[in-house]
């Protein structure tokens, strides 16, 4: 940019504040010969440094200012002045110098050590200590001592610039309690670059438009006039709008792949009896899933209803020796009452249960999801949780098997940024076989565990649907997930609703 | 889930075959169990809790051995019969049932008495549900006179050292003084006698299942033969447990020793280690897995998997305890099969997508709100009487939680508007104005409903400022309203937690849906905050069923 353009781009206040600084670089000068804030000015210089016109400097100095006390006897004199003053026509007793002069107690006492060590006082024992004034003392309180020049200087007052006989007073009255104080004190000045001593130079009363006006374009009047130029590389204040959380951002992303899948939405309550959540996925009764350690029960009403009787016999029966569905059962004679507990939902399978006892034979092949809220029994820290998320998927098909259910995780997994997946042999108590998947962290290079699936044992699927036809099942979380595309290391933060976090929290672009 | 630590070097001893760490390492993880880690000489596992069968070194091994195609199929044990017997003489209801064992020619070290006690302590833990359906002991048979008995007795008049107390205990006292007792005192708590094993002097071995005695019921690095018995509620636990034990001692060296249970004219035989038969259809298999598998293959991945198979047939090993229908082999075949060489398939299920119709509206009200510059919250359901109730200066049925672990996450939350000001409370050092909002679930009672509990979606938005007021608060509401494409009336109402004058009801089609006001000063105090709030709290199940 030639010097004429940059000339050009000045805002008002560059204009005004531009010519004086190099007559008076310091900022306080320029305030007063501006006129302007110190804001303002601020702003001008900034803007100017920017563009390279001139250096703001910021000078460091060590300065001493007045203390409570010192500004206090700036008033009313130093104690032992007017300890003298107190005893100049009389001989008194401590009592009596304290009641004239107003003196504490202990300002009293280090006056009568400065004193007597000055020779300026006689301390006489008459039963009573009498004080009397010498003439050493007559003479000391005609005669402004050096500590009491200094209080009067101007402060803050530059230490590096104190006289010899000032740096001897400070001395002194920094030994004094609360007196004197120093501090950092910052100066700043602007100082002209070869370019701002050029600028300054030229005539930057300048004829341009600071801005385009609506009257301008009513009347016309724009025509031929140049505007201002900007610098266009300024920062700007930062503004936010309004926001969907991060987290449900997450989960409506984690809906669509499902629904794109061709998946049709379940949805249900929070709190299930615990047949629901466990006697229909025959969870044995002594399963420890169903540990108060594990699962948040429901003080009042702790008890629900149990479902139609046709499905509660099956499941009873499942149970207890397996029914019709070929297998052993658990071996146990099964609770009601025990099916009744009122539960927090500790999974979202559940609802899959639910979804298959309303299913009839003609609805098949079917394809559910839900994403939904769930709670375990948790105490709260930095990697664990009492609420979170989880995604649930069935299908029911004849022909669906265990080949299909891990080509299903594969691609929802890949379609949430994780290409490589792999599975494990794992164990849930409602499916067989059950498979564990991890992907691989393309960051970290390493395995990461993301959650289960299977398709469901018989002893679930037959009790429900009326007879056993393959459904693959899964289950996993997704939290772990979010926080790794959010960057966020402590689980907290998805739930500690910081305006902050949440307002300048990047969009979740997939 | 139970973790075991086994010792590498006997590890590969017992598998037979040395294999590098990366094969190692993966082949576990392949297995079904999940490998925390190796480190040094040390293999620690979690084992799933199917497979009780694998917390023995020898167990797990044995199951490694065979996966890895070392020692495949049916694993043959010899039993012999012991010649003594067990005598039944009274049992309690909730503990009837007995099985035991005889092992000899063990060659116990510290090591192996360490990984004994383990076992047991694990199976106990897991298989036997903390012992709630059944406890194991075992005995130096040598300090121990057959026959056995296995009765019950005032507790009294049970005294023994139970093993490593310093002094002679009643059973009572067990259970308050000792701290095995004490863990497990639930168990005989109600009791007015509690079982006892009794040898041939009359010397009390042990009382199931809270402790042996020191004297005659501490296995030790010179114990050779011992005495297995396993007591509780559950017989075919204890059988399995049993059997897990023994065979793992047979793989250690023992020899297996049965002996007869005699209650009455009944007369049971233990350990029986003959394998169940089950039958699995080729087709069934198949067509679970996806694959194409033929007999021949079949038999050879069930042998990988310990089992033997011949047309249709499977012998299921007697330590196995999970296997009870026969989709359980067919995960066993599946592991053997390698998950890793499972060729994923999207199948071509012809279904349509959609989504529940609340779910759209619950996303388009969110957008409408995002549009008028409001940020959005994630709130937790949990909360406390509290935030709910006194802090809003209102009184309200809420439901608690039986088990909470802390006080603050102890109910559920029966309005939201106490989320809103706790996340108000939580970003006081955070810029102003703010303007928030969350939907999320309540929490009532009601007789309606399967649990007796109504559950409903709620929107709640609220608005803090210098001067954030009814004006600006129900500017939204009826922006959002007038989106939705409803109207809507406004009549006064006293609301403790809203400032007298400045608090409406909100109608919708005669339904009452919303309450809309200026929080009361005492409540802004009681959240401590310094700053006017306005909100709203707007049924969303009803609205939408006014749409």
């Known amino acids: 940019m030639d010097i004429k353009q940059l000339a050009q781009t000045l805002h008002p206040l560059e204009r005004k504040v531009l010519p004086l600084v190099e007559k008076h670089p310091s900022l306080e000068e320029l305030v007063k010969q501006t006129g302007l804030s110190e804001v303002e000015v601020m702003r001008a210089l900034q803007w100017l440094q920017n563009k390279g016109v001139l250096e703001i400097k910021e000078k460091r100095s060590e300065a001493v200012l007045l203390d409570t006390n010192g500004k206090q006897y700036l008033e009313e004199g130093l104690p032992e002045k007017r300890f003298l003053k107190a005893v100049d026509k009389s001989t008194l007793t401590i009592d009596e110098i304290l009641k004239k002069t107003g003196l504490a107690k202990d300002e009293l006492n280090s006056c009568l050590g400065i004193l007597k060590g000055k020779a300026a006082i006689d301390l006489k024992k008459d039963g009573k200590l009498r004080i009397s004034i010498t003439d050493n003392g007559k003479k000391l309180l005609k005669k402004e001592s050096f500590e009491e020049q200094f209080l009067k200087k101007d402060f803050p007052a530059d230490i590096s610039a104190l006289k010899d006989e000032e740096r001897f007073a400070l001395e002194n009255l920094r030994k004094r309690k609360g007196l004197v104080k120093t501090e950092t004190i910052k100066e700043k000045s602007a100082s002209l670059t070869e370019l701002g001593r050029k600028l300054a130079g030229q005539d930057i009363g300048s004829d341009a438009e600071d801005s385009l006006t609506s009257g301008m374009l009513k009347t016309g009047s724009w025509k031929g006039k140049n505007f201002r130029r900007y610098d266009i590389s300024i920062n700007v204040p930062r503004i936010s709008g309004g926001k969907r959380h991060f987290v449900k951002d997450a989960i409506d992303y984690v809906r669509k792949i499902w629904l794109e899948l061709g998946f049709e939405e379940m949805t249900g309550p929070l709190v299930q009896t615990s047949f629901w959540t466990f006697d229909a996925l025959f969870t044995a009764q002594d399963h420890p899933a169903r540990d108060l350690q594990d699962t948040f029960f429901i003080k009042n009403p702790a008890k629900g209803k149990l479902p139609d009787k046709k499905i509660v016999d099956a499941v009873r029966k499942t149970h207890e020796d397996g029914w019709t569905t070929g297998s052993k059962g658990w071996q146990y004679s099964w609770d009601p009452e025990d099916a009744r507990l009122n539960a927090a939902r500790t999974h979202t399978t559940m609802l899959s249960a639910l979804a298959l006892a309303k299913l009839k034979p003609e609805d098949l092949p079917k394809k559910y999801f839900s ?31 265990f080949r299909n259910l891990l080509g299903y995780l594969k691609q929802f997994f890949s379609k949430l940024g994780y290409p490589k997946a792999r599975f494990r042999p794992a164990y849930f108590p409602y499916t067989e076989p059950s498979v564990e998947i991890d992907v691989f962290h393309p960051v970290h290079k390493e395995w990461m565990e993301l959650g289960g699936a299977g398709i469901f044992r018989p002893e679930v699927v037959k009790p429900l649907l009326g007879r056993d036809i393959p459904v693959a099942a899964w289950g996993p979380g997704f939290g772990r997930s979010i926080m790794e595309y959010y960057g966020i290391t402590d689980i907290r933060d998805l739930y500690r609703n910081d305006l902050r976090q949440i307002r300048d929290m990047k969009i979740w672009m997939r | 889930m139970p973790t075991v630590t086994f010792n590498k070097d006997v590890f590969e001893k017992l598998v037979g075959k040395k294999l590098p760490l990366n094969q190692l390492k993966d082949r576990i993880s392949m297995l079904g169990t999940d490998l925390e880690g190796i480190e040094g000489n040390e293999i620690t596992v979690e084992i799933f809790p199917d497979r009780p069968d694998m917390l023995s070194e020898q167990g797990f091994a044995r199951a490694f051995s065979s996966f890895i195609g070392v020692n495949t199929g049916l694993a043959g044990f010899d039993v012999k019969k012991s010649g003594t017997h067990v005598k039944v003489e009274k049992t309690l209801k909730i503990w009837p049932h007995v099985v035991t064992a005889i092992v000899k020619g063990l060659k116990f070290d510290d090591e192996k008495v360490r990984e004994m006690i383990q ?82 002097k009359g010397i009390i071995m042990s009382m199931p299942p809270i402790i042996n005695s020191h004297d005659v019921g501490k296995i030790t690095s010179d114990t050779r033969d011992v005495f297995i018995e396993a007591t509780g509620p559950h017989l075919n636990t204890l059988l399995v447990a049993l059997n897990i034990i023994v065979t793992s001692m047979a793989d250690m060296g023992g020899k297996i020793f049965s002996l007869d249970i005699i209650r009455g004219k009944e007369k049971m035989t233990t350990p029986d280690l003959s394998p169940s038969t089950m039958k699995l259809s080729l087709e069934y298999a198949n067509n679970r897995l996806g ?29 196995r305890a999970d296997v009870i229908h026969p989709c359980d082999l067919v995960e066993d075949l599946a592991i053997a099969y390698g998950y890793e060489n499972f060729k994923e398939e999207i199948p071509s299920v012809s279904t349509i997508g959609s989504e529940e119709p609340f779910t759209v509206f619950r996303r388009k009200v969110s957008g409408i709100l995002v549009g008028l510059g409001l940020i959005e919250l994630n709130t937790y359901h949990l909360t406390d009487r509290e935030s709910q109730c006194s802090r809003m200066q209102a009184d309200m049925d809420m439901v608690e939680l039986s088990n909470a672990l802390t006080a603050e996450y102890s109910s559920l939350r029966t309005w939201m508007i106490p989320s809103i000001l706790k996340v108000m409370a939580d970003n006081k050092h955070n810029e102003y104005p703010q303007k928030i909002f969350d939907i999320g679930t309540i929490f009532k009672k009601s007789i309606g409903t399967e649990t007796g509990i109504e559950e409903n979606e709620r929107l709640a938005v609220g608005i803090t400022s210098e001067n954030a007021d009814f004006t600006g608060i129900k500017q939204i509401l009826d922006y959002l309203i007038r989106m939705l494409d409803l109207e809507y009336e406004i009549q006064p109402v006293e609301h403790p937690s809203f400032i007298p004058g400045r608090v409406g009801r909100v109608t919708v089609n005669k339904k009452k849906v919303a309450y809309i006001g200026e929080i009361s000063p005492q409540v802004l105090s009681a959240w401590d905050l310094q700053m006017p709030v306005s909100c709203f709290e707007l049924n969303l199940t009803d609205l939408f069923n006014a749409v």
């Open chain 2, 291 to 319: 694959l194409e598998l033929k007999q021949n293959e079949i038999k050879k991945l069930l042998e990988k998997m310990g089992y033997s198979y011949s047309k249709g047939e499977v012998l299921v090993p007697a330590y």
């Open chain 1, 371 to 401: 994403v939904g809220r769930c709670f375990r029994n948790e105490t709260l820290d930095y990697c664990h949780l009492f609420e979170f998320n989880q995604v649930e998927g069935i299908v029911v098909d004849e022909n669906i098997n």
């Open chain 2, 119 to 200: 076992l047991q302590e694990k199976l106990g833990v897991t298989l036997c549900r903390d012992r709630k359906k059944g406890g194991i002991g075992i005995y130096p048979l040598d300090k121990v006179s057959p026959p056995v008995i296995f009765t019950t007795e005032k507790p009294e008049k049970i005294r023994f050292r139970p093993l490593e107390f310093p002094r002679e205990l009643t059973g009572r006292q067990i259970l308050s003084q000792h701290p095995t007792g004490r863990k497990y005192a639930d168990i005989m708590a109600d009791q007015d006698e509690f079982p006892i094993f009794v040898d041939s």
